[in-house]
């Protein structure tokens, strides 16, 4: 897996500069030369003093936040947690986007053993667009009280995974592959919704705004897919994430 374009994963540098460089070079020509052997000896021991001196009040080695990229841990693992943060379409037509986040390093994080819930309450699925890991099961659950169905079709082909009644109180579970899927209700045809269904470790559904924000993901190199309803506002690009960013992924590059 690259890394490229990446030099370190921790922001500090190899070789710590010196904060004090310039007046430790101050300190030995700060006094005019001495031509005595005594004094020359005297310049000596004055210039040892001062940079034990200057040592002894912070001048050891600096750790500089780089604003270098970074490399990603080696393990690849959740180490660090940073924030991204940034904006993706806003709602469009009641559907919010959704930004995925897919580290080039693979990652081990494990698949949520709960399942990802989607609600059928006044006459509404909430949520309306739902993001699930594959691998991560589905709940369809009915809060309301009156019969609903759920009807879910793969966006791609429009061909229906399953439709099934869902009785009050009722809750159905299903493992999806991936791909994004709209979800319907027959009885009710203002009902709508969607889920993505993703292999991305990190997922978040934006607010109506488009804004959004992410914390814990892995410093390095992310392939980052915006989902929206609209597909001329779809986009994919690849990002190096070194600390705490903020992407506008509001139009396609
Ligand atoms: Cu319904």
Same mark, same amino acid.
């Given at each position: 897996?690259?890394?490229?374009? +990446? ?7 190899? +070789?710590?500069?010196?904060? &004090? $460089? ?11 030369? !001495? ?6 000896? !005297?310049? +000596? ?13 912070? &001048?050891? #080695?600096?750790?500089? =936040? ?9 393990? @690849? ?12 379409? #806003? ?48 709940? !369809?659950?009915?809060? %309301? ?17 399953? $439709? ?14 991936? @791909? ?22 990190? @997922?978040?559904?934006? %607010?109506?705004?488009?804004? !959004? ?16 309803? %609209? ?13 705490? =960013? %903020? ?7």
């Amino acid at each position: 897996m690259s890394s490229r374009n +990446v030099s370190r994963w921790d922001g500090v540098r190899d +070789v710590p500069p010196l904060q &004090c $460089n310039v007046a430790l070079m101050g300190t030995s020509t700060e006094h005019p030369p !001495f031509d005595l052997p005594g004094n020359r000896i !005297f310049s +000596v021991i004055l210039s040892l003093v001062g940079a034990v001196w200057l040592f002894s009040v912070g &001048c050891g #080695p600096v750790s500089e =936040t780089s604003e270098e990229p970074v490399n990603p841990p080696p393990t @690849g693992g959740l180490v660090q947690g940073v924030v991204v943060s940034g904006l993706a379409p #806003p709602v469009t037509g009641g559907f919010r986007s959704v930004i995925l986040f897919e580290p080039d390093v693979p990652l081990a994080a494990p698949v949520p053993a709960d399942p990802a819930t989607m609600d059928q309450f006044g006459l509404a699925f909430i949520p309306e667009v739902l993001v699930a890991r594959v691998g991560q099961e589905v709940a !369809f659950t009915n809060g %309301d009280a009156e019969l609903h169905n759920v009807h879910v079709r793969s966006s791609a082909s429009s061909k229906t995974i399953f $439709n099934i009644a869902t009785p009050i109180a009722g809750e159905y579970l299903h493992m999806f592959d991936a @791909g994004t899927y709209t979800v319907s209700c027959d009885v009710h045809p203002a009902m709508a919704a969607y889920i993505v269904v993703t292999e991305a470790p990190y @997922g978040v559904v934006a %607010d109506r705004d488009g804004r !959004f924000e992410l914390a814990g993901i892995s410093a390095g190199r992310h392939t980052v897919r915006v989902w929206s309803v %609209d597909t001329e506002r779809q986009s994919e690009r690849v990002v190096d994430i070194v600390g705490k =960013t %903020d992407l506008d992924l509001s139009a396609p590059e």
